[in-house]
């Protein structure tokens, strides 16, 4: 099923990620990940790909089994790392596995000189332009509502992210936010630049004061006030910090949903028992907008 297709006006959709394992040894339990994501009837399920192609099998194995579980998969790939021919390989790879959709990506830059090289691509709307060539494929692609870390201005940032509207992204997915005005002012903006396709709203739900600062950390991403003051207050106590991570996430989602934005991405992290948990408290919300 094409992601697309599912992203109507007036439908409410619910969607998860998991990352898969490093080694090979972690399959099984990944595979249970899935199986229990699955279990929760999102919307799809995307898998995300290792920097740099690292675990790339392990991608498609994951991939291949959320659709397996009737579930669609949005298969992540990055570009930076290879020559475009291996990329467009493990585009077919996951083709011939059954897999619809491609969140096409471009990727951290490696640390070293050693991008860019002749051969590869170098930004993620040559990745999907040479995709929507391939033909069968429903493309994503990711989008900042903060602005991209490298951009010199958020303007510049909205012009690139409509060239990959223009290239042919059918959506897009946002980098998480915590703070709902940033991505309402984010929407408003890429209306205006004539961006028109759907852009799903990223939500990380926080659940340990170690994750919020490894996040912040690696994504620079804005925390407001209310949501470090939950960290101050319940950080030291595991239980009731997840349990407020939770409340916030569901309250984020609840307020999007209130302002008319229909596509709400979860970055689930392979924990199933936080998804179940956030959806369990939207349950009404998402069946008050079902056909
Ligand atoms: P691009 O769209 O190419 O943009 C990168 C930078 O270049 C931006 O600053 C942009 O403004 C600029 N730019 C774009 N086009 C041009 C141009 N033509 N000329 C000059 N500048 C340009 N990383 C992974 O390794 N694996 C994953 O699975 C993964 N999943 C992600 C999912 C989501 C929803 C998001 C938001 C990010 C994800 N990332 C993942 C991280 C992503 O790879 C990085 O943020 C990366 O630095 C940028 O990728 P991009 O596709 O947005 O790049």
Known sequence: MKIKNLLKPGQVTVSCEIFPPKQGTGLPHAREVVHAIAALQPAFVSVTYGAGGTNCANSIEL??????????????????????????AVARRFAANGIENI??????????????????????????????????????GACYPEGHVES??????????????????????????????????????????????????GIMPLTSAKQMRRCVELSGTYLPRRFLSLVDRFGSDPATMKQ?????????????????????????MNKPDVAAKILSNLSHVISSHAD
């Open 63 to 88: 991939a291949a089994e959320v659709e397996k579980c009737g579930v669609p998969a949005l298969a992540h790939l990055t570009c930076v790392s290879a020559e475009k021919q291996e990329v467009l």
């Open 103 to 140: 969140l096409a990506l471009r990727g951290d830059l490696p640390k070293d000189d050693s991008f860019p090289r002749d051969g590869q691509y170098r930004h993620a709307c040559e990745l999907i332009t040479d995709l929507k060539e391939m033909g069968n494929f429903c493309i994503g």
């Open 152 to 201: 010199a201005n958020k303007a510049e940032d909205l012009q690139y992210l409509k060239e990959k509207a223009d290239a042919g992204c059918d959506f897009f997915t946002s980098q998480m936010f915590f703070d709902n005005d940033l991505f309402y002012n984010f929407l408003y903006r890429a209306l205006a630049v004539g961006i028109h396709v759907p852009i799903l709203a």
């Open 244 to 268: 407020a991570g939770i409340a916030y996430a569901t309250e984020q989602i609840i307020d999007l949903i209130a302002n008319g934005v229909e596509h709400i991405h979860i970055y689930t």
